[in-house]
């Protein structure tokens, strides 16, 4: 069973009928113990960090005990972001430090080059490390939307990128972790692909 967290920042319409669109069914729920019988999560998100970590409050140890079983998970924009420590966004607000790392604003200074914050529209992937949810996608194009990008303290984790003005992780991947931060239901066929790879680590 795939669930979606419904904590009330996430586009879950979307990223539920992304799923629909590959044949797999997928619940949304803001029920913990749906949530910890889930054999993957979802954590979609819009919005600014510091109310998403205020919705997800109740649900953080939920979440830290679904990632520690080993069972898939899968961030997604927002759900993405929140994963690492904090956010320039929401200066004092804690992000779920599943890992290490910040949040920044694009620099004021890509306006000068041309590009608009946020960054929004499609932009292609650069490969920088294998992982699981990217067999088959290459330098793909994607869709954006977010005027943050994540730094991790661990350069590892960043699956791939894309350039805008600087180097945007676009994928992290850890063990039985995943995170995009553009949407991969809204991003065609490949990002449809991303979405069949991350089904086929369900156990």
């Known amino acids: 069973m795939i669930t979606i967290i419904d904590y009330g920042s996430g586009n879950l319409k979307s990223i539920k009928n992304g799923f629909s669109r590959i044949g797999v069914e997928a619940s949304v729920s803001g029920d913990v113990?749906?949530?910890?019988?889930?054999?993957a999560l979802i954590l979609p998100g819009v919005g600014a960090f510091g109310n998403a970590m205020e919705n997800l409050k109740s649900y953080?140890?939920?979440i830290h005990q679904h990632i520690e079983?080993?069972?898939p998970f899968l961030g997604v924009c927002?759900?993405?972001?929140?994963l690492f420590a904090k956010s320039q966004e929401s200066k004092g607000v804690e992000g779920l430090k599943v890992f290490e790392g910040d949040v920044l604003r694009f620099p004021g200074s890509l306006k000068e080059e041309g590009l608009k914050i946020p960054h929004m529209g499609w932009n292609n992937l650069q490969i920088q490390n294998e992982c699981p949810i990217l067999k088959g996608v290459g330098s793909e194009y994607m869709y954006f939307v977010h005027s943050y990008y994540?730094?991790?303290e661990d350069d590892s984790i960043i699956a791939a990128t894309v350039d805008y003005g600087v180097d945007v992780p676009a994928v992290v991947c850890q063990d039985n972790i995943f995170a995009t931060q553009f949407h991969p239901e809204k991003s065609g066929a490949m990002g449809?692909?991303?979405?069949?790879?991350f089904v086929k680590m369900i156990p």
């Open 33 to 39: 113990r749906e949530m910890e019988n889930a054999d």
């Open 60 to 62: 953080e140890p939920t």
């Open 69 to 71: 079983s080993g069972k």
């Open 78 to 82: 927002l759900g993405l972001q929140v």
């Open 150 to 152: 994540v730094k991790p």
């Open 192 to 197: 449809l692909q991303i979405l069949k790879n």
